[in-house]
């Protein structure tokens, strides 16, 4: 996997934080090239992993991907 998939959910978990707020779940929805360049970026949602935490509207890039995402079931 080269880059965040379409119909995944990925979590992620800063230097092993055991605070659930500092957690990110991303489910991404769609992924698309910059116009004019080979940059991918990715559309979807975000939330951290506290408990009543909504899902907010985003796009992440390969700065983003270069953290270590883990793909997990929907949450």
Not at 1 to 27: D, L, V
Not at 41 to 69: C, H, M, N, Q, V
């Given at each position: 996997?080269?880059?965040?998939?379409?119909?995944?959910t990925?979590?992620?978990?800063?230097?092993?934080?055991?605070?659930?707020?500092?957690?990110?779940?991303?489910?991404?929805?769609?992924?698309?090239?910059?116009p004019?360049?080979?940059?991918?970026?990715a559309?979807?949602?975000?939330?951290s992993?506290?408990?009543?935490?909504?899902?907010?509207?985003?796009?992440?890039?390969?700065?983003?991907w270069?953290?270590d995402?883990?793909?997990?079931?929907?949450?």
């Amino acid at each position: 996997m080269s880059f965040f998939e379409p119909g995944t959910t990925y979590f992620f978990k800063p230097h092993n934080y055991a605070a659930p707020e500092q957690w990110q779940y991303f489910q991404c929805k769609a992924v698309t090239v910059r116009p004019g360049t080979e940059i991918r970026i990715a559309f979807g949602f975000i939330k951290s992993g506290l408990p009543d935490s909504a899902w907010t509207p985003t796009g992440l890039g390969y700065s983003e991907w270069a953290r270590d995402w883990t793909t997990c079931q929907d949450n």
